[in-house]
């Protein structure tokens, strides 16, 4: 797929692109952390541990990149606002000491299958209650950590409040309401389709084929992923400059596949949402987000959210906030957009993520990638595990998870910094669910 008047940095090597994370499991050498530095160590710090927009994403310069993302990217605040809700606890520090047997056979403590799998933080919340939490990686409980992908569950839970307001039809195109879409590869598809990742690009998103449109140009407009000059391109010498300009003129329809015939994951696609909730509303994202959620949750501390090469809010994976707040958020999912006895976000909205078609079913179990996963569906940007408990999460790559269990009034909340990026097929990440659903089974 071809880009006209498209003013490019140079071709990128193999080792300069940080999005070259292979979404396979991660070799056995990569698990031995204490054979690696730590970073940035020193004042000022080694340059062989210094962090680095290049580097930002490879272990272990992750583990200090994402509790401080605003240091290599740019970012913007979501101020918390009001009283804050305490979470009283944590009131069974023991549940981290409660053996399980790990994906690779080993018996091992809850917390030690956390934090031997690259974890930084997590915490355990059952009603109202804190019941653990533990912290690795020098992380701690007023650190901010990056969600990475987590944050399209965040903007697919804030656009259900203008779909309560009747300003959109999710039979609509989003063209239908960003007349910039009009062409694009969006023009053909449906809004609902769009949240569930079955809208049928030709974009592929991949972490893996350094010569993709994913790596030459979208992560960079997205200001997340580092190519050589990139950050220097200006606004009037590129036909791509933010996000926004990428998901008008660059993405086209895939002529070989129809919109809602399969399950495609395509971070583009909560771009769309993020820009369509800024379209509709007349309010910038951050604000919207501000003002309708975070200001709601009673949150301890300021969030933040990266912004792409335009200093647009990086929508579909760029928010950043402490382990309790995230806690707090996945709270009020879990209790169908109620939090600290205000609707947050309308209750038909939320439960509607959980209402599952064979469709929906059949699109994930045809996937190459997550076939073999533990998800049975997709839906309005959130994984289900098993709807008819009402187990689902957010999910984002490196680790990133609120876990939510209905049935057990549980929520958990870990934010991790795996050498690996996907979840699919990736041990450590399966290590982690795996241990967290069968804690929810005993609460």
């Known amino acids: ?173 989003p063209a239908d309401y960003i007349t910039e879409l009009k062409g694009s590869g969006f023009e053909r598809v449906t809004v609902q389709q769009v949240l569930d990742h079955a809208t049928s690009l030709d974009f592929k998103e991949t972490y893996t084929d350094l010569s993709s449109d994913f790596a030459q140009h979208y ?71 501000q003002q309708n959620i975070w200001a709601k949750l009673g949150a301890e501390h300021d969030a933040t959210f990266l912004v792409d090469r335009a200093y647009m809010p990086a929508v579909t994976g760029g928010m950043n906030s402490t382990v309790r707040d995230a806690a707090r958020f996945g709270m009020m999912i879990r209790d169908s957009g109620k939090f600290n006895g205000e609707q947050v976000i309308p209750a038909e909205w939320v439960d509607a993520s959980l209402n599952i078609n064979d469709r929906l079913r059949a699109n994930m179990a045809t996937n190459t990638n997550y076939k073999e996963e533990l998800w049975t569906a997709y839906h309005n940007m959130w994984w289900i595990l098993d709807e008819s408990i009402g187990e689902f999460a957010a999910v984002g790559i490196h680790g990133q998870v609120i876990y939510i269990n209905r049935k057990a009034d549980t929520v958990m909340v870990w934010f991790s910094s795996q050498p690996v990026a996907g979840a699919a097929r990736n041990e450590t990440f399966r290590a982690k669910l795996n241990a967290a659903r069968q804690m929810a089974a005993l609460l």
């Open 219 to 289: 992560a960079p407009a997205l200001n997340m992923a580092y190519l050589p000059g990139a950050r220097d391109v200006q606004p009037n010498n590129s036909d791509i400059y933010g996000v926004h300009d990428f998901l008008s003129r660059f993405i086209k329809p895939d002529p070989n596949r129809e919109p809602g015939d399969n399950f495609d994951y395509n971070s583009a696609n909560a771009d769309v949402i993020g820009w369509m909730i800024s379209r509709i509303s007349g309010q910038p994202f951050k604000d919207f987000i």
């Open 1 to 173: 797929m071809g880009l006209s008047n498209l003013t490019t940095p140079a071709p990128i090597s193999c080792m300069s692109l940080i999005f070259s994370a292979l979404i396979t499991a991660i070799p056995a050498a990569a698990a031995d952390q204490s054979a690696v530095s730590e970073p940035m160590q020193g004042v000022p710090p080694a340059r062989s541990t210094q962090v680095t927009m290049q580097n930002y994403r490879d272990y272990p310069m992750s583990k200090w990149a994402f509790q401080n993302t605003g240091a290599p990217l740019n970012a913007v605040v979501i101020p918390r606002q009001g009283k804050i809700v305490e979470l009283p606890g944590p009131y069974q520090p023991q549940l981290g000491e409660k053996v399980f047997v790990s994906t690779g056979g080993q018996k091992q403590s809850f917390d030690q299958i956390f934090e031997h799998n690259f974890a930084d933080g997590l915490a355990i919340i059952k009603g109202n209650q804190l019941l653990h939490e533990n912290y690795f990686h020098s992380f701690n409980a007023h650190a901010q950590h990056i969600w990475f992908s987590m944050s399209k569950s965040l903007a697919s839970s804030a656009f259900g409040l203008l779909v309560e307001q009747g300003k959109v039809d999710l039979n609509a195109s």
